[in-house]
């Protein structure tokens, strides 16, 4: 799977990982969903800590399409809000 983590580029990310970015997913909707800011800043780190941890980055010449959008770091809770689905940033 392709994970593009804004303004870093693209990873990519073995499948195997779904189930434990959905843990991490469900601590940042629950973040934003409570405006908790602090809650949300550490849930968010953590989230794209454990991408880059585990991915290797994709090809930077690569025109390939990201399979799932991540928010940057410095993002801001409204920011990630309205990036959110109802089902949070990673579906499933």
Same mark, same amino acid.
Not at 11 to 16: A, C, E, G, S, W
Not at 20 to 27: I, M, Q, T
């Given at each position: 799977m392709?994970?593009?983590i804004l303004g870093e580029g693209q990873?990519? /990310? %073995?499948?195997?990982l779904l189930?434990?970015?959905?843990?991490?997913? $469900?601590? /940042?909707e629950?973040? /934003?969903?409570?405006?908790?800011?602090t $809650?949300? $800043?550490a849930a968010l780190g953590e989230l794209l800590t454990e991408v880059r941890g585990v991915a290797s980055p994709h090809a930077i010449d690569s025109l390939d399409e990201s399979d799932l959008i991540l928010p %940057? $770091?410095?993002a801001t809770l409204d920011e990630v809000r309205d990036m959110?689905?109802?089902d949070g940033l990673i579906p499933g």
């Open positions: 392709i994970i593009r990873f990519d /990310v %073995p499948d195997t189930d434990r970015l959905n843990e991490l997913d $469900a601590a /940042v629950s973040a /934003v969903e409570a405006g908790d800011e $809650a949300f $800043a %940057p $770091a410095d959110m689905r109802d």
